[in-house]
């Protein structure tokens, strides 16, 4: 399951996380990053949390064995995709805005642009073939 980077768990069933998901995916060149819904029953213990965690903001868990959830770990891949930790330092300047800007966000998800959650199109991913 992990990449070389590390490994971002998020919502399949979320059409803007999804969308979002294929953004990241663009700029990992190097395919770094395994990224994995966390309705695959073992990613969430793949990366320490809950399911319950899982749904209430992405999680990641790098290489090297660190963990992330929300703001934190959208830069800690962003990070490893781009090999480089510019957005880390760039978080670590602009945590506070960052982590409310990622809250609101997960909470209005449901309601921004997205495309065809992943879980809807590929169902066995999910656990749900």
């Known amino acids: 399951m992990n990449g070389t980077g590390g490994t971002l768990v998020f919502d399949g069933d979320c059409g803007f996380c999804t969308r979002s998901l294929g953004w990241l995916r663009l700029l990992d060149t190097r ?61 670590r300047r602009t945590q506070a805005v960052q982590d409310r800007l990622y809250d609101w966000v997960a909470r209005n998800r449901g309601r921004l642009p997205g495309i065809t959650p992943w879980c809807a199109r590929y169902p066995a991913d999910c656990g749900r073939a």
Request: proline residues 8%; glycine residues 6%.
């Open 31 to 91: 395919r770094r990053i395994a990224t994995v819904p966390y309705q695959r029953p073992d990613a969430p213990a793949a990366v320490g949390a809950s399911p319950e965690d899982c749904a209430a903001a992405v999680r990641w868990k790098g290489a090297d064995g660190t963990a992330a959830a929300g703001a934190a770990a959208v830069n800690a891949a962003l990070s490893a995709a781009l090999d480089t930790d510019l957005p880390l330092r760039v978080y």
